[in-house]
């Protein structure tokens, strides 16, 4: 942006003002001409002038870092300009500036997208597109990127007839132009403005995109088959379902694109985005179907999906590139919803499915793994292979397999999936396994789904038995926890007991949970005892979240279960040689206090043991029981307050050590102001 001779901003001052005169000939003079007007706002028209002359001069500067700062403000120097010196002199020299440095150029794209109220009205802002053409055609991908969201802001504010003549022409020169960048964002634009189009435009600029599928240049083609999805939900938007007929346009045109785009001569780059098309071209004939229901052109139609789009999904199974398999697993349950109304899609797409489950690398596998519980919600029938290969009707020939649910056909490979030698492909079924039991009913998650889950509660590796526990609620919801119950209670004391804290922790956080779905008699048989042990834990983190607990737990079971479960073993806690541990005593008893119902259990139960610890030799302990006894009082009432409360406090006041004696004053003034 930096100029050596004199900016296309800078007039002869004998001749027309420049912009050091604009306060006095534009808002300002007329702000003085009005008696109405008071200093202040003169001030900040004054000040808007001064900005926008400021920003004028660091975008002639040589500072970076400045010009980028100034390109932001291109809002206040178009307001301060006015819409004809705008279009005449500032849009110029914003023209003749895009050889700047990449970030001015990404702030002047940005900016420009919001000049449309500043160039005198819809006739003008076909204006911006000379800067916007250039800044579409520039190397930086990111600058592109900010100019073809602009783009498209502009091409809204466009009339109907100057959007068909300025707008679709720089689409057209950009789909042409030599430099390949600019046919990138041509990409872009055709599949954003396509609706818009009218018919004539319509076929050449589909011609421009097919072109653009077919370019020399990688880059293009991977641009295009990113926007290739796009165009085509924008085409059956537009065309309505003519366009899946013989003749129509996703017939003839981009079935075979994305047949070209998903052939094993392309680039990975290109290929990646053959999962995503396929869901555009599913959702797209399914919605053709909605709008007239079943009839020979959309049967047509969607027979001509199943035999030549869905076996480019199916072939990416086996694609040389991980990457592109991998995509293909990470989208593959978009791809079964966007097919699933399409007549004998996923009778092609489960086995397909059950294929990545077994990919030869972990990470694919995992990311199919993760869609597990999603492809599985798919309400079609599929072949299902019979349990037995020995029985008299088993069949290699699948169209003999009786038809079952999805659910219960992926289900027979959650066992095998258990055995899988990732610890990250075993920790996602863990996530996910468990969601299948909707889908299954009782009777086929006992059989089917129960034995595999139970074998992830006895693996190896601590975050798989983790995420079984935390996504235990879908199970219990179908057969109940009776079931688990003998089986979790060995994986929750593993957990509990593992070497790694975050781990002891993050089962910690599911206790509660886990304690309403157990119920209060097997949690008090079982687990309780766990709970309080965790207040002697060596990790300081993990004694503060086992208080969080015991607060927990005692508003899931009630104050009744807590005085009979918790408090004896606390009452020992706070006796313990190490004052950690009777610190986190006092810090659970305080938590438990403010939540028990009725109150007067507090009083005769938790209080007197909290007061039992402010003569503890141990400062630490004695001030905390000084904070604690801030939460208890309110929950007492004055008059314990005042004769109990108090007088151990008043005793605190008086303590050698400063910080108790600050916090008990702390918690005495508290108690006042209340």
Not at 193 to 210: D, G, K, L, T, Y
Not at 435 to 451: C, F, N, Q, Y
Not at 563 to 573: Q, T
């Amino acid at each position: 942006m930096v100029t050596s001779g004199p900016s296309p901003m800078e007039i002869d001052q004998e001749s027309s003002p420049s912009i050091k005169d604009t306060p006095m000939t534009a808002a300002a003079a007329a702000a003085a001409a009005s008696p109405s007007s008071s200093p202040s706002e003169e001030n900040k028209q004054l000040s808007e002038e001064e900005e926008a002359r400021q920003a004028i001069e660091k975008l002639r500067g040589e500072d970076v870092s400045a010009r980028v700062e100034a390109a932001y403000k291109l809002e206040t120097v178009a307001k301060t300009l006015g819409e004809e010196r705008t279009r005449d002199e500032l849009l110029p020299f914003l023209t003749d500036g895009v050889d700047d440095e990449e970030d001015v150029l990404a702030a002047i794209a940005i900016s420009l997208g919001k000049l449309i109220p500043y160039v005198g009205g819809s006739e003008h802002v076909h204006s911006l597109l000379p800067p916007m053409e250039l800044l579409l055609s520039v190397e930086e991908n990111y600058v592109r990127e900010n100019a073809q969201k602009s783009a498209k802001q502009i091409s809204a504010a466009l009339p109907s007839e100057i959007f068909h003549r300025e707008y679709t022409a720089m689409i057209t020169r950009l789909a042409t132009k030599e430099w390949f960048t600019a046919r990138m964002s041509a990409c872009v634009l055709i599949a954003d403005s396509f609706s818009r189009f009218i018919p004539s435009e319509q076929e050449a600029q589909v011609q421009h995109f097919a072109n653009l599928c077919r370019d020399e240049v990688p880059m293009v083609r991977r641009m295009a088959a990113q926007n290739l999805g796009r165009m085509v939900t924008n085409v059956v938007e537009a065309k309505g379902k003519h366009c899946v007929g013989p003749d129509g346009m996703l017939t003839t045109t981009f079935i075979p694109l994305y047949e070209e785009l998903a052939s094993n001569e392309q680039p990975d780059s290109v290929r990646l985005h053959t999962a995503t098309n396929c869901v555009s071209f599913g959702s797209a004939m399914s919605e053709v179907q909605s709008l007239k229901g079943r009839d020979d052109l959309s049967t047509a139609a969607a027979d001509v999906l199943v035999k030549r789009i869905v076996p480019l999904i199916v072939a990416t199974i086996d694609d040389r590139s991980w990457r592109v398999r991998w995509t293909a697993a990470s989208k593959f349950a978009e791809v079964v919803s966007a097919f699933e109304k399409i007549s004998g899609a996923i009778d092609y797409m489960i086995p397909a499915y059950e294929k990545l489950l077994q990919d030869p690398e972990a990470e694919v596998r995992t990311a199919a793994t993760l869609n597990l519980a999603e492809v599985g919600k798919c309400n079609c029938t599929v072949p299902c292979p019979p349990s037995s290969r020995g029985s008299a009707d088993t069949s290699d020939d699948e169209s003999k397999w009786p038809r079952s649910s999805v659910a219960k056909r992926l289900v027979k490979k959650v066992t095998t999936l258990t055995e899988d030698e990732s610890e990250n492909v075993r920790a996602a079924l863990g996530m996910v396994a468990t969601e299948l039991s909707s889908h299954l009913g009782k009777e086929a998650t006992i059989t089917d789904l129960v034995p595999p889950v139970l074998l992830l509660l006895r693996d190896t590796t601590s975050e798989v038995r983790l995420n079984v526990i935390s996504s235990l609620g879908a199970l219990n919801k179908v057969i109940g926890v009776d079931l688990l119950s003998q089986s979790l209670f060995p994986a929750i004391i593993d957990l509990a007991e593992d070497g790694k804290w975050r781990i002891r922790l993050a089962i910690m956080q599911h206790i509660p949970h886990l304690a309403k779905q157990l119920g209060k008699d097997f949690f008090s048989e079982k687990l309780t005892t766990h709970c309080v042990g965790w207040l002697r834990d060596d990790i300081s983190t993990i004694r503060q979240a086992a208080a969080e607990n015991l607060k927990e737990l005692t508003i899931i079971f009630g104050a009744e279960w807590a005085i009979e479960y918790l408090l004896p073993p606390l009452g020992e806690i706070i006796r313990h040689q190490s004052y950690l541990r009777r610190l986190s005593a006092v810090q659970a008893l305080s938590l438990m206090a403010t939540i028990m119902d009725p109150p007067d259990l507090t009083i005769t139960e938790v209080l007197p043991l909290v007061l039992s610890m402010a003569t503890d030799n141990v400062a630490n302990i004695r001030f905390n029981v000084a904070k604690g006894l801030e939460r208890i009082a309110p929950v007492c009432g004055s008059a314990v307050t005042d004769s109990q409360i108090r007088p151990v406090l008043g005793l605190l006041a008086e303590d050698p050590d400063r910080d108790v004696r600050y916090f008990a004053n702390k918690t005495l003034e508290s108690l006042d102001m209340h």
